[in-house]
């Protein structure tokens, strides 16, 4: 391997030898990455006015992001397993289709259960760009190869959640909630064509041979590598941090602190920085433990002061501050953990990557309506912290199985 070029090992057709298909390969992954949460994050600066447009509560304007959620994760248990039996190329068209559907329909959504609905499948459909935008990075990489590949993924993955709304907020003024799944669903149909385009990296010889049933049975084996469920367990509690701010951020800043649209977009992007910046320093760390162990130390510390703030401060500039480097924290979480998973779980890779994605979204799905119960800004603290204390717990036992050991 360490004679080939990154390139050459994307296999499949001339073009994959290329510059030029190497660098469509790394822009049509991190857009797959990218895809879900901006199927769920986007539309985030019309949450209060969607409220008023549906005659709703604030909590059930919040259950898009469940439903979406949910969706995202459940789509990963299945798109990552059958990508193993029958490749990742029609896999990919598949979901692509299935959300640009669902996207077009929710455009029209008479009341808010059906827009629930369509949210559901959109997130069918986006976990088809997330789970194998993985899968394809580990086909084709290994050790710090794959660590730099899996940066590049986490820093887009984690700047997408809260880039996606900076968007959204400021086109949605102009052009409404509506107009927003207008963009996502050329988003969709932009990322089909781009589906045609990729060389399938699972050539028929490396399929998993057998009934569909099969390919399932790859979760019982990677749920058996304590290597690989710590890391997955940390990746995904860190969820519970990013999505307890993700949902409570634009009640908060707009509501809460009187800021608007446009400004709560800019505040956004500000912290975009801040995740993508975490994910990127963890692959500059000798040891992806070490990152882990670090990045995880630190979201407890600051989860803890953030809530402190809301309890005794409750003033924009403490909170953003500490949210800031709570986020970068967080990035290397992503970045860390999501390898060492990768990397334990490399026989059963389909299964490997559904599973760190879907749990994730589990979580994020099961946060989002609890932190608008009660004092937002309090019960986001809890959370936080409630989240930080997990992720620290499975960190440490990373760290003390692969403490001396020569891993990535």
């Known amino acids: 391997m360490d004679n080939q070029k990154p390139h050459d090992l994307l296999g499949g057709a001339a073009r994959t030898t290329s510059r030029a298909y190497f660098l469509f390969i790394v822009v049509f992954l991190g857009m797959l990455s990218a895809f879900g949460p901006f199927v769920t994050d986007m539309y985030l600066p019309t949450l209060p006015s969607m409220k008023d447009i549906f005659h ?3 909590s059930m304007v919040q259950l898009g992001l469940t439903t979406a959620m949910i969706g995202l994760a459940l789509g990963q248990l299945f798109f990552g397993p059958i990508s193993e039996k029958y490749g990742r190329k029609p896999v990919l068209i598949v979901a692509m289709i299935v959300f640009s559907i669902a996207a077009f329909a929710s455009i029209f959504s008479p009341t808010i259960e059906f827009f629930l609905v369509c949210r559901f499948f959109q997130g069918i459909g986006g976990s088809g760009g997330i789970v194998l935008s993985r899968s394809i990075s580990t086909d084709s990489y290994s050790g710090r190869e794959l660590v730099k590949m899996m940066a590049i993924i986490g820093a887009v993955h984690g700047v997408a959640p809260v880039a996606a709304p900076v968007i959204g907020g400021l086109v949605s ?19 089909l064509a781009m589906c045609l385009v990729y060389s399938e990296t699972l050539p028929p010889e490396k399929r998993l041979k057998g009934s569909l049933w099969t390919s399932f049975q790859g979760f019982k084996v990677v749920l058996r590598v304590k290597a690989f469920v710590f890391p997955l367990l940390a990746f995904a509690c860190t969820y519970g941090v990013l999505f307890g701010y993700i949902s409570s951020s ?3 800043i707009q509501n809460h602190f009187g ?6 977009s800019i505040v956004f992007a500000v912290n975009a920085v801040a995740l993508g910046a975490g994910a990127t320093a963890a692959a500059k760390f000798k040891r992806l ?22 309890l005794w401060i409750d003033n924009f500039w403490a ?13 290397m979480i992503f970045t860390s953990a999501s390898t060492l ?12 990557s559904a599973m760190v994605g879907a749990i994730g979204f589990l979580i994020g799905g099961a946060i989002s309506p609890i932190v608008g119960l009660g004092n937002t800004m309090v019960t986001s603290g809890i959370v936080y912290v409630a989240s ?21």
């Open 56 to 58: 709703t509560s604030e």
């Open 173 to 191: 003024d102009s052009i409404g909630w509506q107009g927003i799944f207008w963009i996502l669903l050329f988003l969709g149909v932009g990322l």
């Open 250 to 252: 634009p009640f908060l």
């Open 259 to 264: 800021f608007t649209e446009l400004q709560f």
């Open 289 to 310: 433990p070490t990152a882990l162990i670090t990045g995880a130390s630190c979201v407890l510390i600051f989860s803890t002061l953030q809530l402190c703030q809301a």
């Open 319 to 331: 909170y953003e501050i500490i949210m800031f480097f709570d986020l970068v924290c967080v990035g």
């Open 341 to 352: 998973a990768m990397e334990a779980g490399r026989a059963n890779i389909g299964s490997a």
């Open 388 to 408: 930080g204390l997990l992720v620290f717990c499975f960190a440490s036992k990373v760290w003390h199985k692969l403490k001396g050991e020569d891993f990535i």
